[in-house]
Structure formats: C-alpha cells, structure tokens
C-alpha cells in the first residue's frame, strides 16, 4: 500500500492506494515539525489517521511519502520520520518539501518551473524528478513577492496611505472596522502577521471589478516573476505551474502578467494532493 500526504500547518492531506488500487482519502490536522514533535505527529496518526484508515495497521507493509511544510531540513526530516517508523515498523519512508510535493503534482515527470503561491510564495526548476534549482524567497518581510501576504501587505499600505479609491477603502473600513493602531498592532505585535496580511486576500479577491484592484495584483504578480521565474535561466523554454489559493483564485490576472514575461503556464491548482497521488501511482 501507498500512504501519500500533503502535510500543512493547519491541515493534511491523505491518500490511501490500497493493494487493489484503490484510493482512499481522508483530511487531519495539520502538521509542522518546526512547530511539533514526532510525539505529536504520532497522535495524530493513531487518533485520526488510523481511524480514517482502518485498513492499516502495524503489521502493514507500507511505502509512504510525506511532502510537508518545514520538511526541508534534516532535523526536521526526522522528527516526522520517526513518528512513522515508531508506527509502521515495516515501512519505507520518503520525506520531502512542500515544494517538491507541488512540483510533482503538477508537472508529473516533465521538467519545468514550480511555485506555491499561497500565504507565502515559493518557487524551483525541477527536472522531472526532483529540485535542481531554488531562488530562495526570503518571507514575508523581505520577499514573498506574488504571496497573498504580499498581496495583502500592498493593499494595506496603499489603504494606510489614503491612496486607495474613496469608495473602495470605506467598503473595506465598512467591512473589517480596522484603523492604523489596529493594523499596526496585528503586524508588529501580534502572532502570525504575514497570515493576518493574507487574510485580507478574500476582500481583495471580491473586489476585482475595481481597476485599481486589478492593477496592484497584477503589479504583484510582475514583481514574482522579476524577482523569482524569469531568473530560471530556463524560464522561456519550460512551462510554469502553480499551487496554492493565490495562483488558482487570480488565475487570469497571474496568465495575463505571464504571457507579458514571455512565460508559457500550464497547469495551476489549488491544492497538490490529487497530482501527488497520480504521480506516485504511475511511478
């Protein structure tokens, strides 16, 4: 059996391919081993996982893959590593970035160029197997460019700034009731700012009628592609794909700014878990 998931802060992913391969599916909460210990992971799997799956259990000879978020180091590898072994004795075990998980799903066996474009932004060339190349996206503060928190972030300035739109920025006070003390509270002294700055994507996304709207995202956008695809020596010879809520909800605008870069985009989607699973089953 293959036991493949695609493992968030907030929420995983699963999919089961039994013997007969069939697919099961199930959802958990999330997990991240920058913020969790293998001990964690493990409860997860035997309060949640298994009940989903009663179809495993100990003795079942299992090869998994784990693509989630702060699975990039070592250390970090192991402690999800761990949960699993301790769990499924007999299993092989595979763990990866969330961003080998996105190249996969979306351009399968193909080389080309990735990117997750969700609360955060991140991007590689990928040779149709694995990450060659990754131009580091530096986070919110200082990078994250085409991110929703990036997205988010510009908005807010311009609204800060009084360079918004009149009716605009009243439907946005109407909307939220939030001033400068509160906004700058929330993003200097509060816990999770960059997805405080995403969370004002929705409003954003709602409001694309609006010209001015279209033009800071589509700005955004420009921005992602200077800073992060068009550095992929490769950029106007392989096709671009996409991750994530941001890429799947502005679709049209990220297309519009791509055929502007020279950048030909192929498949865009909002979640990689389907992708992985037909990866793994023509793998």
Same mark, same amino acid.
Request: hydrophobic letters at 40%; proline letters at 2%.
């Given at each position: 059996?293959?036991?493949?998931?695609?493992?968030?802060?907030?929420?995983?992913?699963?999919?089961? =391919?039994?013997?007969?391969?069939?697919?099961?599916?199930?959802?958990?909460?999330?997990?991240?081993? @920058?913020?969790?210990?293998?001990?964690?992971?493990?409860?997860?799997?035997?309060?949640?996982?298994?009940?989903?799956?009663?179809?495993?259990? !100990?003795?079942?000879?299992?090869?998994?893959?784990?693509?989630?978020?702060?699975? /990039?180091?070592?250390?970090?590898?192991?402690?999800?590593?761990?949960?699993?072994?301790?769990?499924?004795?007999?299993?092989?075990?595979?763990?990866?970035?969330?961003?080998? /998980?996105?190249?996969?799903?979306?351009? /399968?066996?193909?080389?080309? =160029?990735?990117?997750?474009?969700?609360? +955060?932004? !991140?991007?590689?060339?990928?040779?149709? %197997?694995?990450?060659?190349? %990754?131009?580091?996206?530096?986070?919110?503060?200082?990078?994250?460019? /085409?991110?929703?928190?990036?997205? +988010?972030?510009?908005? =807010?300035?311009?609204?800060? !700034?009084?360079?918004?739109?009149?009716?605009?920025?009243?439907?946005?006070?109407?909307?939220?009731?939030?001033?400068?003390?509160?906004?700058?509270?929330?993003?200097?002294?509060?816990? %999770?700012?960059?997805?405080?700055?995403?969370?004002?994507?929705?409003?954003?996304?709602?409001?694309?009628?609006?010209?001015?709207?279209?033009?800071?995202?589509?700005?955004?956008? !420009?921005?992602?592609?200077?800073?992060?695809?068009?550095? @992929?020596?490769?950029?106007?010879?392989?096709?671009?794909?996409?991750? +994530?809520?941001?890429?799947?909800? @502005?679709?049209?605008?990220?297309?519009?700014?791509?055929? %502007?870069? +020279?950048?030909?985009?192929?498949?865009?989607?909002?979640?990689? =878990?389907?992708?992985?699973?037909?990866?793994?089953?023509?793998?």
């Amino acid at each position: 059996m293959i036991l493949i998931a695609d493992g968030g802060s907030t929420k995983t992913d699963w999919r089961l =391919i039994d013997d007969s391969k069939q697919i099961h599916q199930c959802a958990t909460q999330g997990f991240n081993p @920058y913020f969790g210990t293998s001990e964690d992971l493990s409860s997860i799997i035997k309060k949640e996982l298994l009940l989903e799956f009663p179809i495993i259990n !100990n003795q079942s000879t299992l090869t998994i893959y784990f693509y989630g978020a702060g699975c /990039g180091a070592v250390s970090k590898k192991q402690i999800v590593s761990s949960a699993f072994s301790d769990e499924f004795p007999k299993s092989i075990i595979e763990i990866n970035t969330d961003l080998l /998980g996105a190249a996969r799903a979306t351009c /399968g066996h193909t080389a080309g =160029i990735a990117a997750i474009l969700g609360t +955060g932004a !991140n991007t590689c060339y990928y040779d149709g %197997n694995n990450i060659v190349e %990754n131009i580091a996206s530096l986070g919110y503060v200082l990078g994250d460019e /085409g991110s929703g928190a990036h997205i +988010g972030k510009t908005f =807010i300035k311009a609204y800060l !700034n009084k360079e918004l739109p009149k009716d605009l920025s009243e439907r946005f006070f109407e909307r939220f009731k939030l001033g400068k003390d509160e906004i700058l509270n929330a993003v200097y002294k509060q816990p %999770n700012p960059n997805r405080f700055l995403a969370s004002f994507s929705k409003f954003i996304y709602q409001n694309l009628k609006e010209q001015y709207i279209i033009d800071l995202v589509a700005e955004c956008f !420009n921005q992602f592609f200077d800073k992060h695809i068009c550095k @992929y020596k490769q950029h106007n010879q392989v096709k671009l794909s996409c991750v +994530g809520s941001v890429a799947f909800y @502005y679709s049209n605008i990220l297309r519009a700014v791509a055929a %502007n870069k +020279g950048v030909n985009i192929d498949t865009i989607i909002e979640t990689p =878990i389907a992708g992985l699973t037909l990866y793994h089953l023509e793998s």
